[in-house]
């Protein structure tokens, strides 16, 4: 069962999460980021890392985010690998706590 990034990374895409995955699981998009299920070992080690609580094991994401679980398998066959850290988008610590982000998900790839 993988990890799934959720609605709190939207316009933050803080990368604590990226440095320690050990199989590089993660996608890169425009502003947000997601979690390849068939890359994922579920070890868990990006859990902690998140400054914003947005990474869950697929069995516990809240109810209202779980949309996530599919949109991080279909972005990731499309969004490119990040497998180090960056620095985090500018307005993050201004979108750190607004919530119902959903609208502002780009689904661009990075670049």
Do not use: H
């Not at 990006?46 to 279909?74: G, H, K, M, Q």
């Not at 610590?93 to 998900?105: N, P, Q, Y």
């Amino acid at each position: 069962m993988a990890y799934v990034v959720a609605e709190p990374c939207i316009k933050c895409k803080f990368t604590d999460c990226v440095a320690v995955c050990p199989v590089d699981a993660f996608r890169e998009g425009e502003n947000f980021l997601a979690i390849d299920p068939e890359e994922c070992i579920d070890c868990g080690a990006c859990v902690p890392e998140c400054p914003v609580e947005a990474i869950f094991e697929e069995d516990d994401v809240p109810d209202r985010w779980s949309e996530y679980i599919e949109l991080n398998a279909t972005l990731a066959v499309q969004w490119p690998l990040i497998d180090d850290s960056k620095d985090p988008l500018p307005e993050a610590e201004d979108m750190r706590e607004v919530e119902k982000k959903r609208a502002m998900l780009s689904e661009a790839p990075a670049g």
